[in-house]
């Protein structure tokens, strides 16, 4: 009996000796600190995976990274852009990421720019620093955005812009950013490539962007798709 007894002993030994590790423990969603997990999880659907190539503007587009700082891209991060398709992630703004988190995905997307990739030329900046004058904008539009938008922004070789759903979901800002960084990847150039060596001025894109925004519930031309 007491040969058994030692026989049990170490058969329970041997066993507990040959149990696989322990699973690692579960990190809490709001302690995942994984840039590209983030981003993979939160941004890619709509800003493409690596920054390009989405619907919405490339994050990873060296004019964008010349023009919106760590405070900008923290605070639509965490924010989101009301009354647009850009949501609020923070948590304390009704999303699913800690302050921490946001910081992450911000570092992420900075590491992204790259020195000199502008070649000492300088964008407008960000921020309008005047107002825009929608008089003059129409003409700024004729002279930079007639030849592919069309007249009055109906569409031609690109889409309509002052299409009242489209201006519904974008914020004057939005504008303003699309209008100086482009959409390369759709051909749309940066506000150097408009009109071949004659770039846009800031008061250029504050103009055409206060232009655009006054279209905003303009009763809809004959012949518009409704």
Same mark, same amino acid.
């Given at each position: 009996?007491?040969? +058994?007894?030692?026989l049990l002993?170490?058969? /329970?030994?041997?066993?507990?000796?040959?149990?696989?590790?322990?699973?690692?423990?579960?990190?809490?969603p709001n302690k995942v600190?994984?840039?590209? #997990?983030? #981003?993979?999880?939160?941004?890619? +659907?709509?800003?493409?995976?690596?920054?390009?190539?989405? /619907?919405?503007?490339?994050?990873?587009?060296?004019?964008?990274?010349?023009?919106?700082?760590?405070?900008?891209?923290?605070?639509?991060? /965490?924010?989101?852009?009301?009354?647009?398709a850009m949501p609020a992630f923070a948590q304390n703004t009704g999303g699913m990421l800690a302050d921490d988190q946001i910081d992450v995905i911000t570092r992420g997307i900075r590491a992204w720019a790259k020195p000199d990739a502008l070649h000492d030329v300088n964008p407008p900046p960000y921020a309008a620093q005047n107002p825009g004058d929608p008089a003059r904008g129409a003409g700024v539009y004729d002279v #930079?955005?007639?030849?592919?938008?069309?007249?009055?922004?109906?569409?031609?070789? /690109?889409?309509?812009?002052?299409?009242?759903?489209?201006?519904?979901l974008v914020s004057d800002q939005n504008l303003r950013t699309t209008v100086i960084v482009g959409r390369p990847e759709m051909g749309a150039p940066d506000w150097r490539g408009n009109v071949p060596g004659n770039p846009m001025s800031p008061q250029d894109v504050s103009d055409v962007v206060a232009w655009l925004s006054a279209q905003r519930g303009q009763p809809k031309l004959e012949g518009q798709i409704r």
């Open positions: 009996m007491k040969g +058994g007894a030692i002993a170490a058969l /329970a030994m041997t066993a507990c000796g040959s149990r696989p590790n322990a699973d690692p423990p579960v990190i809490p600190t994984d840039f590209k #997990y983030l #981003y993979a999880r939160n941004c890619a +659907g709509c800003h493409g995976a690596d920054g390009k190539g989405g /619907a919405a503007i490339s994050l990873g587009d060296p004019v964008y990274l010349a023009i919106a700082d760590d405070a900008t891209i923290n605070h639509i991060t /965490a924010n989101g852009v009301p009354g647009t #930079y955005c007639k030849s592919c938008h069309g007249a009055e922004g109906r569409g031609g070789k /690109a889409s309509s812009i002052v299409d009242s759903s489209f201006l519904a």
